[in-house]
Structure formats: structure tokens, C-alpha cells
């Protein structure tokens, strides 16, 4: 998926509201009173227009204050916005400054016109600097920019806006490249929606594995394997292949292997859940609402649209992107519950739930990774309806065997936006999963998410590994049946500074 804006930024010297004529304007406004900069020279040439407004509180300045303006008398500007940006030199937090990226791109979308000039001024964030403000608001204008629609060729949604010029008061270097970084990444959770937003009649698993070679034939630097059916039998991987037992669409391991490092630099790898549809197998599920589970591959999804960042920004690490592809479906070949199955790790497993069904294609793609020796491993899955209990749809859930890991994507989510809150993965929660007929049961204790966990630590007791459930963050955030790209933002900075 290509990107869809073209950004850039410049310096605000270049400006001049008399002479130059622009589509939309957008104007950070701090909440002070007395006008300075670019806000002073546009009160000028409107005879205080400006002024006049703030006098009368219609422009605050304070964050999440967005005023309209269609013309401005003396401005060149067919449509004006003007966005609070806070206090004047007063540090604000991260979640103030994403307020304001998503206000700003609010603004830039509902002005539809093509091309759109920001003028935003220095904001101050505790502990982040220039390139991060810039590259969060290219992230979020790129982001802010996809629509999803199936519905033909005829009546697709168009995107009127196409370009954007930031205008920044700041003369430090290397800004242009964060811009182009949050709008790459931007572009990866797009690439993300747009699959995870996809029919299942169409997003199966062949199709993933299609979409994976599609990002090598794009990216050198990626390289794909896929393996089918049959060469997952030869590895044993008896319990992947349950899944999708009760389902005419082939299942499929898939391997994007980026190597920008050194040959003998371990890997960071993530894992996804690539559960095409999931109807629960013969354990099936209620029939209100299961149309939502074309969004059970969200996890694969995720990892495609980080595979597609880290192949454009091309870091110097070694970094592999998994799927374990199925479909769940109910048939008279269908894995039953009480059927016992065999892992790729030697392990037995007891399917007590069909509907249980993501740890089992994990577990095998679990053991599978093992062979690359990585540095760290990630797997991330709509695994359990419980974390949406726990932990709404604000936060990823994230258990892990190391805190160091657990640390790094819990700071990662925090840099990022993308936020993630730590649940335990202690020994007591294990007991839940024993089995009279197998070596562990699928399911199991109450705890839901964390138990769920706990069957996937059985496969990673070889290298440091963290499970982020999604099942709250991928999708339905606001009530809204679509994907939120979540979490290709988080991924990308752990990936990106791990």
C-alpha cells in the first residue's frame, strides 16, 4: 500500500499571507494573549481579526480548541483553522501533544482541499525533542488519511487531500527525516487496516501469504518463505494444522526475513496470529457480532505492516516477521474438543475449546522460531476477549519471561502512543492448564488472558519472549467495526531502538 500524502517541512520564513495563495491554512495558537510570530503577522493583514476572536474566547488556544475560519479579510487562504497548542512555554505531556496532531489532521481532513499548509509552533514536551513532535504529527496525518470501503471499484472513497507542508519556527537538522519516519510508520498501520479491514472471502490465508511476497518483490531487503500444509506436517507441527482442519482454505507459516545487520547478529522476531476467520470451530460462537472475526488476523496484520515500515527505513538489525496462518471453521473434518494433538516442541495438547484457537497455531510457530536464535521474539494475537475486561481498549495487555523486554515495549508504547500495560505471568496462574489425557489443556483457571499466556510460555523457554494481546486495541475502539493499525506503531519502536 502506497502512501498517500506527500510532506514535507519548511522553514516559516518562507511565508508571505498577502502575496501567497494557499487552499487551507492551519495555525497553532498557544493560549497567550498577546500575539507574536505568524499569528501576529495574520492579525496585521486582517485588520485584527485575530484579536477580535480571542477577545471574545472564540480562539482559546487551549488544547482541543479548534476554530473555523472560510475566509480571512488581507489572507490568501480560501479555508483557515486555527488548532490550541497550550500554554506558551510550558511543557505539556505526550498524550496533551497527540490531542493536538489529532486535531491537526481533523482539521486538515475536513478542510478537503489537495493541499494543505501547517504552521505549528515550537511545542515543548517533557523529555521529547523537535524530531519527535515532528515525526508523531507525520504519523498522524498519514495515518488520519486512510478510508476503507468494499464496495467496488465505482464507489471508492477518493482522497482529496494530497499534499501537506509543515512550517516549523525550529532551524535544527534532520527534521525532514523524522517526518519521513512517522510517515512511513504512518503508512505501515495503513498497510495493516487495509488487511485486517479485508473480507475474509477475499483476506484468507493464501491471500497473506501472497501479500508477504508482494513486500519482497517492493523490498530487496525482504526476503519470503512460505511453507503449506504439507511442510508443516514434515516439522511436526501437528498442532497449526488442527485449526484449520474443518476449513477448505489452505493454512500457512509465514517467514519475511529483513536482514539489515551483520550475518551473525541474532534477530528480533514478531510473531502474529493469522486467524482469517474464526468462527470457533465445533466450540462455535454466538452469531451476533461474529462478522468481527475477518479481525481475528489482526496480529498477522500488524506484523505485516511493521515488516513494510522496517523495509523502508531500513535499520542495520536483523528482524524476521512471522504469521501463523488458519481458518477456523466447523466441518465434518473440524478438530474436536477433547481431541489430543501433538506439538512441533514434542508437547501433547488437549483442545478442551476450539474457540481456543490462536495459542495453538502460535504454540508451533513458537517452536519454530527457535532455529534463528533470536535476540528476542514478540508474538502478538487477538488471543482473549478477557484483556478487553482488564484493560479496555486503551491498552495491549503485555506478559513476558523478562522484564527487560517487558520494560522496552511497555517505553516503546509510551514514545510511540501506542500504549501497553504489563499483567503477571507468575508460576501460580500455570496450574490452570493441566490436562488428565495430555501434557497441558488449551484452556484453563480464570484468569483468561493470563492463562493464555501461560500455555504460550511453555514454547518460549529458550530465548526472552513477550505476548502482546490485542484483542482490544486492534479493532472496535469507539464502537467502530474497523482496525485501528495497532499496535505497527509500537513494534516499530521497540524494532527500531531495541
Known sequence: MKKLLNQSISSNKKLNFKKDKFQTLI?????????DGNLKVINEVSNGTIKKLISREEITGKIGNSVYLPAISGVKAEKSYFVGT????????????????????????????AS??????????????????????????????????????????????????????????????????????????????????????????????????????????????????????KLGMDCLLSVGNGSVQESKLIIMNYAGGKKDEQPHIIVGKGITFDTGGISIKPSRAMDEMKYDMSGAASVLGTMRAIAELKPKK????????????????????????????????????TDAEGRLVLCDALTYVERFKPASVIDIATL???????????????????????????????????????????????????????????????????????FLSRFTEKYKWAHLDIAGTAYGIGGQKVSSGRPVPLLSEYLLSA
Open 116 to 233: 494543505v499548509k501547517i504552521i505549528i509552533p515550537e511545542v515543548s514536551i517533557e523529555n521529547r525533542d523537535t524530531s519527535w513532535t515532528v515525526e508523531v504529527l507525520g504519523r498522524h496525518l498519514e495515518a488520519s488519511s486512510y478510508q476503507y470501503f468494499f464496495k467496488g471499484k465505482k464507489n471508492q472513497p477518493k482522497n482529496v487531500l494530497k499534499k501537506v507542508e509543515i512550517f516549523m519556527d525550529s532551524k535544527k537538522v534532520g527534521l525532514s527525516a523524522a517526518l519521513k519516519k512517522g510517515q512511513i510508520i504512518g503508512a505501515g498501520s495503513n498497510f495493516s487496516k487495509e488487511l485486517a479491514n479485508t473480507p475474509a472471502n477475499i483476506c484468507t490465508p493464501t491471500h497473506l501469504a501472497n501479500q508477504a511476497r508482494a513486500l519482497s518483490r517492493t523490498f530487496s531487503a525482504v526476503k519470503t518463505k512460505v511453507l503449506g500444509e504439507k511442510e508443516m506436517k
Open 384 to 454: 482473549t476477549g478477557a484483556v478487553i475486561v482488564a484493560l479496555g481498549h486503551e491498552a495491549t495487555g503485555v506478559m513476558s519471561n523478562d522484564q527487560k523486554l517487558a520494560d522496552k515495549i511497555l517505553s516503546s508504547g509510551i514514545t510511540s502512543g501506542d500504549k501497553a500495560w504489563q499483567l503477571p505471568l507468575w508460576d501460580e496462574y500455570q496450574g490452570g492448564l493441566k490436562s488428565r489425557y495430555a501434557d497441558i489443556a488449551n484452556i484453563g483457571g480464570s484468569a483468561g488472558t493470563i492463562t493464555a499466556a501461560c
Open 318 to 353: 536483523n528482524i524476521i516477521g512471522v504469521i501463523a496462518s488458519a481458518e477456523n471453521m466447523p466441518s465434518g473434518t473440524a478438530t474436536k474438543p477433547g481431541d489430543v494433538v501433538s506439538t512441533m516442541s514434542g508437547q501433547t495438547v488437549e483442545i478442551l475449546n
Open 86 to 113: 497550550g500554554k506558551k512555554n510550558k511543557k505539556i505531556s505526550e498524550v496533551d501533544y497527540f490531542k493536538i496532531c489529532q486535531s491537526i489532521s481533523s482539521a486538515a481532513l475536513a478542510s478537503k482541499s
Open 27 to 35: 495555525i497553532g495558537v498557544s493560549e497567550a494573549k498577546t500575539l
